[in-house]
């Protein structure tokens, strides 16, 4: 083979094989900036979360002490029509 062959040959396998790096760094790059970005607003979210759970159980709370206390009026006997 002659030296520009073995050039040519030598260009096309280190341009993309070079790319193919460059590529998967900007890709790591990507995921490592997308996944600090979504470490605050997961917490942020879980802990929302926690907070409304803890709401919805208060008003389940008072809502089954309303019922109790409805559940405990005695019951007017029927009036007979006699």
């Not at 802990?47 to 019951?75: T, Y």
């Amino acid at each position: 083979m002659a030296d520009p062959q073995m050039m040519t040959l030598a260009l096309a396998i280190v341009i993309p094989l070079s790319m193919s790096i460059c590529r998967n760094s900007r890709f790591t790059d990507f995921k490592e900036t997308l996944r600090a970005e979504i470490g605050p607003l997961r917490s942020d979210l879980l802990g929302g979360a926690a907070q409304m759970k803890g709401l919805m159980e208060a008003r389940f709370d008072l809502i089954d002490q309303k019922l109790d206390e409805i559940l405990r009026i005695p019951a007017k006997p029927a009036r007979s029509l006699e």
